[in-house]
């Protein structure tokens, strides 16, 4: 069928762009994209190409038409929030989590993006209610990085987050438990051996 010659030319462009062989991995994307037109897997290696060839503002376009078709794709939405981020429209990258997020359930780990992006507009309600989201779908020690990133700093700073930060760390506490001496910490052992060394 069609859709197995597409998606043999994108896989085999594919590993020519994991090589770093971009003009041969455009090629295969084009030709896939030319068997199958609009082919989703293609339309997405097309916007790796771009990042890889410095054109972001490509890449935007080309994870637009994919998202188009696979809306869903968490990897997808990530890549162009951040990209839309870089490129000064953080206000487009949070529109376009918020209506992703909007029937998502809590677990879903883009709260976290769209934190961040929240932040880095300015919306500091938002940001963090989807900080506090994010928890239940990303580990603390990752939620807690992030208030602690540069882009959380104002928010720190103003104390607006000092209730979120105080319950993370009580959530930390919980998830880690007192930390042990570290003379009670056995060294780690590459190789165990079978029977008791005599």
Known sequence: SHG????????????????????????????????????APARFNHALYALASRNPGRAVQYLGQYLGQRPADGAALRLQANLLAQSGQARLGLDMLETFLADQPREQPLFLEAAVLAARVGNTGSALRYLETALNGNSIQ?????????????????????????????????????????????????????????
């Open 4 to 39: 197995e010659t597409a998606g043999i030319k994108n896989d085999l462009g594919a590993v020519y762009l994991q090589q770093g062989r971009l003009p041969e991995a455009v090629d295969q994307f084009r030709a896939a994209d030319q068997i199958q037109p609009g082919f």
């Open 142 to 198: 990752t939620v807690v990085r992030t208030y602690q990133s540069p882009v959380f700093r104002s928010i720190r700073l103003s104390g607006a987050g000092d209730a979120l930060a105080a319950r993370m760390a009580e959530k930390a506490r919980a998830a880690f438990g007192a930390p042990l001496p570290a003379t009670e910490v056995q060294p780690l052992r590459a190789t165990v051996p079978d029977a008791k060394v005599r």
